[in-house]
């Protein structure tokens, strides 16, 4: 994952390197895009059909057109990619990561994060499937769409942790159908 908010400040509205997709960075605490790189890594090494290569991809070393052009993004991931003699290349986009404050019951500020994942085949350079995840917990009386998640999570007031792990479930099998082998 590389850490949008460390780039561009929290409050930021910016579109994704990869996508274009707009989001705004918010808060992201300590040590929460090692957690989230942890978290997918944990879920890849499940996937015993492949040959994952987890070298991190360093936001430092990319060019700064490469964060902020969406050609030269793609172009960047592609080499990566090359370089470690990959067929594709996910990278995550960590804009929000701020836990709870208060209880499973009750709480004064509720979990909010916001990512996107991405896939890029390196022999075309193409972005072949993205997903995003947007969410700030909120009580169900203010969105009934929202029920499935509020009995998922039964009833409760979530840490961010839990809903990037729930995240990342849902995501998986779509990233999954996405390979293109």
Excluded: C
């Excluded at 991190?56 to 793609?74: F, V, W, Y």
């Excluded at 909010?112 to 994942?117: K, M, N, Q, R, T």
């Amino acid at each position: 994952f590389i850490d949008m908010s460390a780039i561009f400040g929290s409050d930021a509205s910016v579109r994704g390197p990869a996508t274009h997709q707009v989001f705004v960075t918010g808060p992201v605490e300590a040590g929460a895009r090692e957690r989230l790189d942890g978290m997918l890594r944990q879920e890849l090494s499940r996937w015993q059909v492949l040959n994952w290569d987890t070298a991190a991809i360093d936001s430092n070393a990319l060019p700064a057109e490469a964060i902020t052009q969406h050609e030269a993004h793609l172009r960047a991931l592609r080499d990566v990619g090359v370089a470690g003699g990959g067929e594709v290349v996910l990278a995550g986009y960590l804009y929000t990561f701020e836990d709870r404050r208060g209880g499973d019951y009750g709480v004064e500020s509720p979990a909010s994060i916001a990512f996107e994942l991405v896939l890029i085949q390196v022999s075309t350079g193409q972005l072949i499937w993205r997903k995003r995840y947007d969410e700030q917990q909120q009580p169900l009386s203010n969105n009934l769409m929202a029920i499935g998640r509020f009995f998922k999570r039964k009833g409760r007031w979530v840490a961010a942790l839990e809903m990037a792990r729930q995240a990342i479930d849902e995501m998986m099998p779509e990233l999954r159908n996405a390979l293109p082998y």
